[in-house]
Structures are given as C-alpha cells and as structure tokens.
C-alpha cells in the first residue's frame, strides 16, 4: 500500500479485522518510511453489478462513493462519526444488493438513505432531504421540520413497551 501521508511503498500491517459479518476485513497498517498508521479495508467488488436509473432515466453503475460523498455532506460539521457515516454507507448497499439483480432506482436508494439519516441525525437528515426532495422554499423545510417534530425517534436497540396486535 502507498503510505496517504509520505507515499511510501513500504509499511507493516499491526492488526486485521473481519468485519460486516465477514464482508471486509480491515486491516491497520504503520508506514515503515514515516512511522504514521492508515486503515486500509478489503471488500468483495459488488457495485459493477448494479445499475442505478436516474431520475432523467439516464443509467450509470452504481457508485459506492457517491454514496458516502452525499452522506458526508449532509453530514459535514455535524457531530457524525466517521464509522457511522460508513456503516450507513455499508447497510444501504447490502440493502440493494440483497434486493436487486440488476437496477435500482435513484428514488429507492434515496428513501433508504433518508431512513437512515432521520434515525443517526435529524439535521443531517433535512439537509439530505433538502437536496433529495427538491425543495423549494422555506415552507417546503418548516413542513418536513414540522413532520419530524410530530414523530418521535424510533431507537432500534430500545424494546417496545407495547407489543403490537
């Protein structure tokens, strides 16, 4: 691996780590040349497969990193860590791989990325709607403020006090 901060050819790897149950492995590594540490991550390349209608019914493959590139900002200057923003990234993608053979609508990726945005940060998330819903004006966003307001977080990791009938 080249070293991202003196382009060294020559480092060590300190630990690796199966993650995204199994999917990639992330490994740690040190540069031998200036002694800084990078993460590198391996993942089986999926994303050739898919392809993804746009709106305008033009058609390109999917792209994992236009992804995160629209998650980051929607993200940006917001208190989002980085592994999350990553594994929003991770779950949206094995989403539509699981879903899909072969195209996706850019509608479809969207909705899942809002989903998931409203529940890791509602500021991220009506920065992305802004953008994705193509709002208008300010009354276009009080409403959708005005609709978060209304319903309360969903927190998956919290039981119901309720079961459902």
């Known amino acids: 691996m080249i070293c991202p901060f003196c382009e060294s050819n020559n480092d060590k790897v300190i630990d690796s780590r199966s993650s995204e149950a199994g999917r990639v492995i992330r490994r740690r590594r040190q540069c031998l040349g200036c002694g800084k540490r990078f993460t590198t991550y391996e993942r089986i390349e999926e ?3 898919l392809t993804v209608i746009k709106r305008d019914g033009s058609r390109e493959p999917f792209n994992r990193d236009n992804l995160l590139r629209g998650v980051r900002i929607a993200c940006g200057k917001r208190p989002v860590a980085e592994d999350a923003k990553l594994q929003l990234v991770d779950e949206v993608e094995d989403e539509l791989h699981r879903t899909y053979d ?4 850019s509608r479809e990726i969207g909705e899942r990325v809002a989903t998931k945005l409203r529940l890791l940060d509602e500021i991220a998330y009506v920065r992305f709607a802004s953008e994705y819903y193509q709002f208008r004006n300010v009354g276009d966003i009080m409403a959708q403020l005005e609709e978060l307001s209304l319903h309360a977080r969903d ?7 309720f079961e459902a009938q």
Not at 155 to 161: F, G, S, T
């Open 102 to 105: 072969r195209e996706v609508e």
């Open 47 to 49: 994303s050739t497969r």
């Open 155 to 161: 927190v998956k990791e919290q039981q119901r006090l």
